[in-house]
């Protein structure tokens, strides 16, 4: 009896324990993930797959309570409540899916990866240990994704022991050689620290020190300079004349986050700037579920919220460069990105406007996500939050 406790215990300990070191913001510690598939191919009961799932699931989303706390300016209990209804399609499907025949796990395991990889459960497929690909197979593009699969089917099967060695000297292999992706020529992204106040301070004097840093950054060889999001708050045919204006003579672009509003409600948005006017590059795919993006307004005949282009423009493309933009929430999940890179991008733009996160690592792991991606695929990345 004893013995029959002790084992599912030890599991569950363990999925929390790989959650917290694989989402912890470092990149290099990203492959710590694929623990997972082999905790839940060790579980001997759906009930115990179903507490590994809770577990790790749990441990890689640890800072969505405080920073839901932060952002709703209240206690803890929204984000423990967001968090349990977050892990709920994640522990569904892993439970669902859990089998004691060895034959059939693979298969079962892999459906489940994709089921979480794309709309609609991939909505909330964070923590998703797929991202780890970069990490194992830096530059090997769809090749190494491909490769990332066939090792988590290998690892809930009877070829565990092996596949993990292989996968284990991978791992090892890109970390004594890891080197972070490259800034693209002629790019430059900015990082903020103006907390909460960047882009609810919509005073001049507010656009006038963000205009003085886009010179300061435009003094060297950048031509195009990246903003977090939400940098221009509402974007606005008064923003548009005085950013424009402020370009003038300038031979630059800026990229910078805002929001355009209508009577329904509102996009997330990055506005591309230069001397010659402004226009709105891209429409978020995916914003943040729940605070940001709130279906259910549109069922209750209710506006507000923000609008969700799910599939709609991956790719942007300014001068003769052609990125893939991915704002906030989109570096957390796995659609975005791979969507964009089936256009096969010349670069990444990354941004975020991380103040609600202070105190924990979710900046950090947006940041080693993309870094993650843009390996995988071998293309530079630009990077610029606020915190």
């Given at each position: 009896m004893r013995?029959?406790?002790?084992?599912?215990?030890?599991?569950?300990?363990?999925?929390?324990?790989?959650?917290?070191?694989?989402?912890?913001?470092?990149?290099?510690?990203?492959?710590?993930?694929?623990?997972f598939?082999?905790?839940?191919?060790?579980?001997?009961?759906?009930?115990?797959?179903?507490?590994?799932?809770?577990?790790?699931?749990?441990?890689?989303?640890?800072?969505?309570?405080?920073?839901?706390a932060t952002f709703y300016a209240s206690d803890l209990w929204p984000g423990l409540l967001l968090l349990v209804a977050?892990?709920?399609?994640?522990?569904?499907?892993?439970?669902?899916?859990?089998?004691?025949?060895?034959?059939?796990?693979?298969?079962?395991y892999v459906l489940g990866a994709v089921l979480m990889a794309v709309p609609p459960l991939g909505i909330i497929g964070w923590a998703h240990p797929v991202t780890a690909a970069g990490v194992l197979f830096p530059e090997w593009g769809w090749w190494g994704l491909t490769a990332m699969t066939a090792g988590l089917a290998g690892l809930v099967s009877r070829l565990s022991s092996a596949v993990t060695i292989i996968l284990g000297g991978f791992w090892l292999w890109?970390?004594?050689?890891?080197?972070?992706?490259?800034?693209?020529?002629?790019?430059?992204?900015?990082?903020?620290?103006?907390?909460?106040?960047l882009g609810?301070?919509?005073?001049?004097?507010?656009?006038?020190?963000?205009?003085?840093?886009?010179?300061?950054?435009?003094?060297?060889?950048?031509?195009?300079?990246?903003?977090?999001?939400?940098?221009?708050g509402l974007w606005t045919l008064t923003i548009e004349r005085l950013w424009t204006r402020s370009l003038e003579g300038q031979d630059i672009t800026l990229l910078a986050g805002a929001a355009v509003v209508d009577a329904r409600g509102y996009d997330n948005v990055l506005i591309a700037?230069?001397?010659?006017?402004?226009?709105?590059?891209?429409?978020?795919?995916?914003?943040?579920?729940?605070?940001?993006?709130?279906?259910?307004?549109?069922?209750?005949?209710?506006?507000?919220?923000?609008?969700?282009?799910?599939?709609a423009n991956p790719i942007v493309t300014l001068g003769t460069s052609r990125?893939?933009?991915?704002?906030?929430?989109?570096?957390?999940?796995?659609?975005?990105?791979?969507?964009?890179?089936?256009?096969?991008?010349?670069?990444?733009v990354a941004v975020g406007n991380g103040w609600w996160t202070k105190g924990t690592s979710i900046v950090a792991i947006q940041r080693a996500s993309t870094a993650a991606w843009a390996k995988l695929f071998a293309k530079p990345v630009v990077l610029s939050f606020n915190t």
């Open positions: 013995r029959d406790w002790r084992q599912p215990m030890l599991l569950i300990v363990a999925s929390v324990i790989v959650g917290t070191l694989a989402w912890s913001g470092h990149v290099l510690l990203l492959p710590v993930a694929l623990g598939p082999v905790l839940w191919s060790l579980a001997r009961t759906r009930s115990t797959a179903t507490l590994i799932s809770v577990g790790y699931f749990l441990g890689a989303s640890r800072g969505l309570p405080q920073g839901a977050a892990s709920s399609s994640f522990v569904t499907v892993h439970a669902l899916l859990w089998t004691k025949d060895p034959r059939s796990r693979p298969f079962r890109s970390a004594a050689l890891w080197t972070n992706p490259t800034l693209p020529q002629a790019w430059q992204g900015v990082d903020l620290e103006l907390g909460a106040s609810r301070d919509a005073s001049m004097q507010r656009h006038r020190d963000l205009i003085a840093t886009v010179r300061n950054r435009a003094a060297g060889d950048a031509r195009y300079i990246v903003l977090p999001e939400s940098t221009l700037l230069s001397a010659k006017g402004g226009q709105i590059l891209y429409r978020e795919r995916m914003p943040v579920p729940g605070s940001m993006w709130q279906p259910w307004r549109a069922l209750l005949e209710e506006s507000g919220g923000a609008r969700a282009h799910f599939f990125a893939a933009p991915l704002i906030c929430y989109e570096q957390l999940i796995v659609w975005p990105v791979l969507q964009s890179m089936l256009s096969d991008p010349d670069l990444i």
